[in-house]
């Protein structure tokens, strides 16, 4: 890892921008890399991650790493994997669910971190949030139509649904995704990760 990557690591974790409206006090994960090819970007740690700060350490993660055909190893241990959230601390309950990422957060070190991380070939845009700040045009349209349509952002972008167990209902109307988008994403992450 480079020096600057690890000084801006050590400014990501020392972040206190939003501590007045989270819950849970600040507490950023991420995971950058300056070797990273593929860059996954999410939305914001639930509670279970922000106790164990190890991103995606939960059943959502389990789905993702399914869909991406890598082992819990492989997805925290390679040098190529960087893991970058929208909003980097858990922001708090809503009605139905975690409320949006914390808007402050990709404004103050997306940019930064991404200019630390030259070699990156891939990201996977996961959800809504992701999906409005890195394909804006796509705003107006839903996920389903981003993520049917991701060869549209393919090589630089590969948009995905969420993989939260309160999309099992998206997953089943869209028996599509499993049959013909998982398994060109795994192709996908399989190449990126044997360069």
């Not at 050590?10 to 600040?26: Q, W």
């Not at 914390?102 to 404004?107: F, H």
Request: proline residues 11%; hydrophobic residues 35%.
């Amino acid at each position: 890892m480079s020096k600057k990557l690890t000084k801006l690591l050590s400014e990501v974790r020392a972040c206190e921008l939003c501590r007045d409206s989270l819950p849970l006090g600040p507490r950023p994960v991420v995971v950058c890399r300056s070797s990273a090819q593929l860059l996954i970007v999410g939305q914001a740690p639930g509670t279970r991650v922000h106790e164990s700060g190890v991103p995606w350490d939960d059943p959502s993660g389990d789905r993702l790493r399914d869909w991406m055909g890598v082992s819990r190893e492989v997805f925290y241990q390679h040098p190529s994997i960087a893991i970058m959230p929208m909003g980097f601390c858990y922001p708090g309950k809503g009605k139905s669910g975690d409320l949006p990422p914390r808007k402050e957060c990709a404004p103050q070190w997306h940019r930064p971190l991404l200019e630390q991380m030259p070699k990156i070939e891939l990201t996977l845009v996961i959800g809504q949030y992701a999906q409005a700040h890195y394909l804006p045009r796509t705003e107006r349209k839903g996920v389903t139509q981003v993520v049917q349509h991701w060869r549209a952002y393919f090589p630089r972008l590969f948009p995905l649904p969420h993989p939260s167990p309160r999309n099992n209902i998206w997953l089943r109307k869209n028996p599509w995704f499993d049959a013909e988008t998982v398994p060109a994403l795994r192709e996908e992450v399989v190449r990126i990760l044997a360069t």
